[in-house]
């Protein structure tokens, strides 16, 4: 089984929807919890940090259930940069290892 | 520029040849990792180094990988006897100690 899943999608929705992407981790280990954006071709970049709380990063928030081991990232009136692939990335204790899904694709339409 | 740098960008070698690969982290961060990625994947994680000491080296794909990191602050990723298999894109990403990474802009590798 692997650490982290993600739904590869693609997600093709319009400009302005909303959009909602899950991830399930499967080590209950894990510590820290990241969105990272990846453009095609390039390196990923951070997004956002997850915390137990739930964050929120203007039109990003993020979600995290230990219980159910999933985090979830929520994108609110979506703009044509928002295009792009969607990577959960959870870090486990000990070992301090990272372990990214194979991320979630999203295209947004004009 | 101050962040993570990676030489060369692209590299084109033939099959059973060594290859080296270079990271510079940011300047203040102690921790330094190695990713492959291929297509339609994410990044899988290779080995850290906590300064100068590799920390966790156990996911290297095989004795053919392997890095180093000597003073604590550059890191070199060598492939020996390279495989077609091995054509993919490795990244470098470095962190302080609040383990969010920031990744430099990779080494895609060909195999021919």
């Known amino acids: 089984r692997k650490e982290v899943e993600q739904d590869p999608g693609p997600f093709n929705v319009p400009e302005g929807a909303t959009v909602a992407f899950n991830c399930t981790y499967s080590n209950s280990a894990s510590q820290s919890f990241f969105w990272y954006r990846q453009d095609c071709r390039k390196e990923p970049k951070l997004l956002m940090s997850?915390?137990?709380s739930g964050n929120e990063d203007g039109r990003f928030t993020a979600q995290l259930n230990r219980a159910s081991q999933y985090i979830s990232l929520l994108i609110r009136d979506s703009k044509l940069s928002d295009s792009a692939t969607y990577l959960c990335v959870v870090n486990v204790y000990p070992g301090n290892q990272f372990y990214f899904g194979t991320g979630t694709s999203l295209t947004v339409i004009p | 520029d101050t962040g993570v740098s990676q030489d060369p960008r692209h590299k084109i070698t033939k099959r059973g040849q060594n290859v080296t690969f270079r990271c510079d982290p940011i300047?203040?961060?102690?921790?330094l990792y190695w990713y492959r990625q291929t297509l339609g994947q994410g990044p899988e994680f290779l080995t850290y180094?906590?300064?100068?000491?590799?920390?966790?080296k156990s996911r290297l794909l095989s004795d053919r990988f392997s890095a180093e990191r000597p003073k604590g602050s550059f890191s070199t990723l060598e492939i020996q006897r390279t495989e077609q298999g091995d054509s993919a894109m490795y990244l470098c990403?470095?962190?302080?100690?609040?383990?969010?990474?920031?990744f430099g802009p990779g080494t895609r590798l060909t195999v021919t």
């Open positions: 300047s203040e961060h102690n921790r």
């Open positions: 997850v915390y137990s």
């Open positions: 990403a470095s962190s302080p100690l609040s383990r969010e990474q920031y």
């Open positions: 180094f906590q300064n100068e000491a590799q920390l966790e």
